[in-house]
Antibody, heavy 120, light 108 residues
Framework: EVQLVETGGGLIQPGGSLRLSCAASGFTVSSNYMSWVRQAPGKGLEWVSVIYSGGSTYYADSVKGRFTISRDNSKNTLYLQMNSLRAEDTAVYYC??????????????WGQGTLVTVSS | SSELTQDPAVSVALGQTVRITCQGDSLRSYYASWYQQKPGQAPALVIY???NRPSGIPDRFSGSSSGNTASLTITGAQAEDEADYYC???????????FGGGTKLTVL
């Protein structure tokens, strides 16, 4: 059974940094595409970032240059390093296994999410 | 990047059929995927690709597409289908992802 468990959320001041973790079980993070998707309170879903199995990374324009996605193969864990945090980054952050091909791009398994609140 | 547009809210009588739509230029090139999200829960994939359901998703859920519009159809809506529904696809760049704004489905 695939399980994804996010940790690392919390209250952080504007300009601060936070690292989210997503521990996976039931499949191998390094062999799959993995993404972060966020949801601001009462709002819709927003894609944040993806890391390909080959290591390529992509970011939404709203976080590019501030966030870094990475993984630790030995720990089977996905990370999101978030720097220069802003109030508008406040959201529940989900990690999700990702399937993509020439004509499709979808998120098949999701974690339960971790809440990041950026406020002074 | 492209955008996907969904109606904010849709309602359906119990047992009837409802269609939730998603419009966007990227849908001319890429399939939409659909997610169901109930209050306090993570989203769950219900339709992907041309019209595929993950294991455990009832066959009353189906997907279709025409031109720049993708549709999620629930045939014989049940009370437990009341939820927010989101579509997504690749954007026109191919390396990014776009989500629709979501549709709140009420089952009357």
């Amino acid at each position: 059974e695939v399980q994804l468990v996010e940790t690392g959320g919390g209250l952080i001041q504007p300009g601060g940094s936070l690292r989210l973790s997503c521990a996976a079980s039931g499949f191998t993070v390094s062999s799959n595409y993995m993404s972060w998707v966020r949801q601001a309170p009462g709002k819709g879903l927003e894609w944040v970032s993806v890391i390909y199995s080959g290591g390529s990374t992509y970011y939404a324009d709203s976080v590019k240059g501030r966030f870094t996605i990475s993984r630790d193969n030995s720990k089977n864990t996905l990370y999101l390093q978030m720097n220069s945090l802003r109030a508008e980054d406040t959201a529940v952050y989900y990690c999700a296994s990702t399937s993509l091909g020439g004509s499709f791009y979808y998120f098949d398994y999701w974690g339960q999410g971790t809440l990041v609140t950026v406020s002074s | 990047s492209s955008e996907l547009t969904q109606d904010p809210a849709v309602s359906v009588a119990l047992g009837q059929t409802v269609r939730i739509t998603c419009q966007g230029d990227s849908l001319r090139s890429y399939y939409a995927s659909w997610y169901q999200q109930k209050p306090g829960q993570a989203p769950a994939l219900v339709i992907y690709g041309k019209n595929n359901r993950p294991s455990g998703i009832p066959d009353r859920f189906s997907g279709s597409s025409s031109g720049n519009t993708a549709s999620l159809t629930i045939t014989g809506a049940q009370a437990e289908d009341e939820a927010d529904y989101y579509c997504n696809s690749r954007d026109s760049s191919g390396n990014h992802v776009v989500f629709g704004g979501g549709t709140k489905l009420t089952v009357l």
